[in-house]
């Protein structure tokens, strides 16, 4: 109930605010329908079961109330409630909403905006240690706040966001985004600071993060480095390590044995990465092969929940890729390699639990329009100190030209084992005219239990420039997130008869 109020009001002011100007102000709406009606086959007792038809109806408000202004709010209508059952009367949810303002004056500038329910809001820029992912803090989607960007002309720019979890535990996220190029953008320095506010109220319960990055070009070459501490006050085992690894690293840097006093104060609630770009081998007339190599290491006690969360390894990778000359194929060797920093003792003894991975692809574009790639991954592991391998074959072949697209895959995943898989898909898409179009996609897997299909059929029809209208038959959802490797289907997916008609139109 809170977390609805909390919406309702900043619904009601960000509307006061376009209402209030809009004797001034352009105003744009638009909106999206879309109705789906199916019916599936459940089983033989009652045969095809029609469920209710779904309607959905959103609407865009877009306004400018003042100059460099923008105001946007999407709402949308729905007759389920947060239990997940059907009301008798739709009501009009906030699905996103926000309010900005943006000023610049000789490249100075900055940028503000209140929002609630919007995701891109929360993203900075990259980080080698993939310190922030909005998928971590944005609520699912249910977050609301500000977000401040500045900006000046010799290269400095920061940013901070806001942002209170309105559903789930009313949590807070603090991140901070601080930039400076230099000497031409040749060096490139930064800082993040990000801080997770648990919504129970105790001034140690929170995730802490401090991370800086550099980046400095010397010709042809690239230098890429970022560390980052973590703080998590309120898990009282994780202080109880930090203390002990930094305890022996102050030891160790008395008795002058830096090596070791380092070793374990990486140990620690530290984190870094290191990659070198730019080293190559070759001639322009037998071609270049590119060399990045890197290295990385994530301490016992580094916990970050906004972000990457891994601890306890280290380990390094090597990155390379050749362009033959004067064709148009690429062949690319990629290696890595994790251990833990200590062993563990398990019933089979101690271990690091090491993992390597070797990747080799072939990618070659023939002509009209023919593509085809290649590849083998073999990944050796050790796991509670019990050796694993996983060994994949692929390989793919495509075409796209103006009236069709057709791409086809195939896949044997973990190759010799028990559990081995081997993956067969299809896609096709035709443009049967200017306003129909039918794609199908299909997908079978074999491994020791037997066999199992996946097909979706679609026909579609342009009604005009705003409407489209589709007859659908299957699953649509296996194999649209990579075809072969779709883990939604490969992992147990099952073929589903169920026959759908959807409606979609935009005004």
Known sequence: MYSNVKKSILFVVIFLVICSF???????????????????????????????????????????????????????????????QMTDHAEAILAEAHLSYRQEV???????????????????????????????????????????????????????????????????????????????????????????????????????????????????????????????????????????YRDQSNEYFKDGDYISGLREFFKGNVAAKMEFRGFRIGTPNIGYWFINPGVWTYGKCYRNYMGENKSDEYGIWVNSYYFVPQRAITFTLNYWQRKKLEGEVYSTGVSLDPVTNLYTEAYIEFVNGFKGKIYYNKKDEVWHGKEYKHNDFFVELSVENRLAKLLTQFKIKDIGETWEKQIAGIECAVNLSDRWRAFARGLVVNDRVGSRMSFFGELQYRIGGNSELYLQYGPSWYGGYGLVNDDSFVSGGRMQDEIRVVFKAWF
């Not at 095809?48 to 946007?72: G, H, K, M, Q, T």
């Not at 995730?207 to 800086?212: D, K």
């Open 22 to 84: 809009s004797i001034h102000a352009q105003i744009r709406l638009e909106g999206y329908l879309e109705s789906v009606f199916g019916t599936k086959y459940e089983s033989d007792s009652f045969h095809w079961n029609v469920w209710d038809p779904d309607f959905r109806v959103e609407f865009r408000l877009y306004a400018n109330p003042i100059a460099n202004s923008e105001a946007y709010v999407k709402f949308y209508g729905d007759k389920w409630n947060e239990h997940g």
């Open 106 to 244: 000789n490249g100075r500038g900055f940028n503000a905006v209140l929002f609630s329910r919007e995701n891109n809001h929360y993203w900075t820029d990259g980080s080698l240690l993939n310190v922030l992912n909005t998928g971590s803090v944005n609520n699912d989607g249910n977050g609301q706040g500000v977000r401040f960007d500045l900006w000046e002309p010799l290269g400095g720019s920061a940013t901070y966001v806001f942002s209170d979890f309105s559903q789930g535990d009313s949590d807070d996220i603090h991140l901070v985004r601080l930039r400076q190029n230099l000497f031409k953008n040749k060096f490139r320095t930064g800082m993040f600071y990000q801080r997770k506010n648990y919504g129970i109220g105790d001034k140690d319960s929170y995730n802490e993060v401090f991370a800086f990055d550099e980046h400095a070009e010397i010709g042809n070459y690239q230098i890429n480095f970022e560390m980052a501490f973590s703080s998590v006050p309120s898990e009282q085992e994780i202080k109880d390590t930090l203390k002990y």
